[in-house]
């Protein structure tokens, strides 16, 4: 049996960066705190939590003082820092490039509406940690689209600016784009910006491309993962054979019955390690040796 470990899927930049600035500080010896999940996978948070890293959530946070904290990869509002400085905590910042870049251009569009009539509008998921922070540049007034059939939502007589969360697909973003732009009123302004990261949405091809060369996928990713739950819904549409698994010890042999090649992938919160886990657990089951 072939066994292949697809070679774009695994961490992102950001992601990748917010876990080296971890083990960073952790090899320091010293306390550090990190302000949620760093990354949506319980493995990975599991083998950082053996290294010191102490995951807490905002309402702990506030209770902190004189603490060192890190700021994951998906960004944190205004008031996080407020209160950082409040408490006198050290804040290590792994916020990533792309959605830092976001949140500065969200808020400049804010602040330059000095009566704060148009409507900025963020393509993205609800609640999600990164959205949270780009809602936290508008005073919390920005309206979420989850969906383009949420986007009878708005007003069509008034302004209107559209951005996107980093990790949303450009095909919803382009039919957002597309309906606005159709209903908009003589009357008003519709201005947006893509803003979604070509790392994360090249990976849909590629996945789809990847996931039709094997008989069978499995799609690894933590069950929190927005990103990977996308990812995998591409896959199971390309091979019909494909699973989501949180570890190795989740394969199933039933799943490689009569199957040549299988096929292993995952989310931008993916770990390789775990991927490699995988591919040595399939071998195990089959009873093959190196």
Known sequence: M??????????????????????????KGERLYCLGDIVHNGQECNRLLQLGLQTIDHQQFL??????????AHGEPPSTYQQAKQNHINVIDATCPVVLH???????????????????????KNGHAEVLGLVGQTNGTAIIIETPEEVNRL?????????????????GFQKI???????????????????????????MPNIRAFATKHDVILFVCGQKSSNGRMLFDECKASNPYSYMIDSASEIQLDWLKDCKS?????????????MEECKVRIKELLGCNE
């Open 262 to 274: 299988v096929g292993i992938c995952g989310a931008t919160s993916t770990p390789k390690w775990l």
């Open 2 to 27: 072939t066994i292949e470990i697809d070679q774009g899927s695994g961490f992102c930049f950001g992601v990748t960066r917010a876990i080296g600035k971890a083990e960073e500080e952790l090899s």
């Open 63 to 72: 209770q902190l003082h004189n603490e060192k904290v890190l700021l994951r």
């Open 177 to 203: 784009v597309n309906y606005i732009s159709e209903h908009i009123s003589p009357n008003a302004t519709f201005t947006y910006y893509d803003t979604i990261c070509r790392q994360v949405a090249n990976r």
């Open 155 to 171: 007003d069509f007589n008034q302004d209107i600016c559209l951005f996107s969360q980093t990790t949303k697909p450009l095909d």
């Open 102 to 124: 976001l949140q500065e251009r969200i808020k400049r569009e804010y602040d330059a509406d000095k009566d704060h009539r148009k409507q900025i509008v963020i393509f993205g």
